[in-house]
């Protein structure tokens, strides 16, 4: 089940192949239920209701294969585990947290890798993934920052970096470890400024259902 998703390429092109097949059955057996008796208008009924629904299924599957409403049969059917956890939820809206215990950093090797040459930070950035703690709700969660190469340079030590907020907004598979790292591999930053560089700036990826 979980190689035929709603998404998928397959399960499409069997649904529009079986809706072209209905309506070929349809004219060519629509003369043969000619009549006025119940069996030929059942005949008919059935004709024109089961291509209906098989066209009515391709419409739908066209339209959440470019959207994505739907990426998996979990999203669907509403069998997804949603990874939040309500530990204490403090009255005194988080005031007495440690704000060192709200957030948990590990690194990553997402980040952009020159061929031939070891990584550093300070010339390819870095991407860590969080597990963050809000002081108020007690929701967990996590997320996954891109922190780029002027992040680690001395003559930005002082300076304020923009923030970028991805959200992936397409279940599962975009939290996966292959659309993580399409995500900031590819992700290319907007230019701007009269010299018509790039302005170097942090990006926030929050993964459906975390």
């Not at 030929?40 to 391709?58: D, F, N």
């Not at 959207?67 to 990874?83: C, S």
Request: with cysteine.
């Amino acid at each position: 089940m979980s190689d035929v998703e709603p998404t998928s390429a397959g399960l499409l092109g069997l649904v529009c192949v079986l809706a072209a097949a209905a309506f070929g059955a349809a004219v060519v057996l629509w003369p043969r239920a000619a009549g006025s008796g119940l069996r030929p208008i059942a005949a008919r009924s059935g004709l024109l209701l089961t291509c209906q629904v098989l066209l009515t299924a391709a419409i739908v599957l066209v339209a959440n294969r470019y959207f994505v409403f739907y990426a998996t049969w979990n999203d669907l059917l509403g069998g997804t585990n949603v990874k939040v956890q309500v530990k204490q939820v403090q009255p005194s809206l988080g005031k007495e947290a440690d704000p060192s215990g709200l957030v948990h950093r590990n690194g990553t090797d997402l980040a952009p890798v020159r061929r031939g040459r070891a990584h550093d930070p300070a010339k390819d950035g870095r991407v860590d993934h969080l597990r963050l703690r809000g002081a108020r709700s007690g929701l967990d969660a996590e997320a996954y920052v891109y922190l780029p190469p002027q992040y680690f340079q001395p003559a930005y030590a002082k300076k304020r970096l923009p923030v970028v907020l991805l959200l992936s907004g397409a279940g599962p598979t975009a939290s996966s470890p292959g659309s993580r790292t399409r995500t900031f591999r590819r992700r290319r930053p907007r230019r701007s400024g009269r010299d018509g560089r790039s302005r170097p700036s942090t990006a926030w990826s929050v993964p459906y259902g975390a």
